[in-house]
């Protein structure tokens, strides 16, 4: 008896985080497809009046329009730049808040389509954007992963 319920709780303990984990996921379809869900569940609020407002397609290139706190209004164009600490820096920080940004980003890199994200501090009237490469995805992402 004890062997079936130890067996149970084992079942349960891998099955509850696969489940968890698959809320709120979109397996199939296209980029075009994904980007499209995605705008339509826009705005997608995180902690700390960080939210993404907008994920459009134009043509080749995915947008994307990511409010910050006001309080980054003041330093955000120190913090982007073209060279690969400064994108390495936002893909740790945007993968951080979860989805969807680790599968956008894996979905990019395997559909070959370039990233522009345009940060709006919240309440801020100025933005800044930065521009990731496909390339950008296959190195950063890896170095990412072996940190």
Do not use: H
Request: aromatic share 10%; hydrophobic share 45%.
């Amino acid at each position: 008896m004890r062997k079936i319920v130890s067996l149970l709780c084992l079942f349960a303990a891998v099955m509850i985080p696969m489940t968890v984990s698959a809320q709120g996921t979109f397996a199939f379809g296209d980029v075009d497809t994904y980007i499209a869900m995605l705008n339509g569940e826009c705005p997608i609020e995180y902690d700390d009046a960080w939210a993404l407002n907008a994920i459009e397609s134009d043509g080749d290139t995915v947008g994307v329009v990511l409010q910050t706190p006001s309080s980054l209004a003041g330093f955000l164009s120190m913090l982007i730049g073209e060279g690969e600490n400064y994108k390495r820096m936002w893909i740790k920080q945007l993968e951080n808040f979860g989805r969807p940004w680790e599968n956008l980003f894996r979905r990019l890199s395997e559909a070959g389509r370039p990233l522009v994200i345009t940060f709006l501090p919240k309440g801020a009237k100025t933005t800044e954007t930065i521009v990731f490469t496909p390339e950008d995805y296959k190195t950063l992402c890896a170095k990412a992963q072996d940190e």
